[in-house]
């Protein structure tokens, strides 16, 4: 099964490029999947690393979550977890990737990654999270 595999996507950055504050982190950052055929049986496994700077050179978190398609569908998403995590960096950046596993043995085909800015850090340099 040969299929071309579109970038993940934050559906809930904002603005634009961002996860802030306002998203609520301590809640866990999605990250998902749209308009690829996949079928029950798949597996999507998305790589996650969280860095403490934009270049992605230092990066304190990283995650691996599994998701098991249980039905056909389109759509895949993942939350990214906050313990250990996300909140593991104030500011710097989210990279995600993933690879589908095809459940009838073809091989698997990794997508492109792709990066969005992470700032825990608010006006005046507090920095929120689950307290506040």
């Not at 595999?5 to 559906?11: H, N, Q, S």
């Not at 049986?41 to 398609?69: E, H, L, M, Y």
């Not at 039905?71 to 977890?81: C, E, F, G, L, R």
Request: net charge negative.
């Amino acid at each position: 099964m040969s299929i071309e595999l579109d970038f993940p996507e934050f559906p809930y950055e904002e603005p634009p490029g961002w996860i802030t504050c306002r998203h609520k982190p301590w809640n866990g950052v999605l990250v998902r999947v749209d308009h690829i055929p996949f079928k029950t049986g798949d597996k999507v496994t998305f790589d996650i690393t969280v860095c403490s700077d934009t270049t992605r050179q230092t990066s304190p978190a990283k995650n691996q979550g599994v998701v098991s398609i249980t039905a056909d569908t389109t759509s895949v998403s993942y939350t990214i977890p906050w313990d250990g995590v996300l909140d593991a960096v104030t500011d710097g950046s989210i990279t995600a990737f993933y690879t589908v596993t095809p459940v009838d043995g073809s091989e698997p085909s990794t997508s492109e990654a792709a990066t969005v800015r992470y700032s825990r850090q608010q006006p005046g340099g507090a920095v929120c999270g689950p307290g506040n």
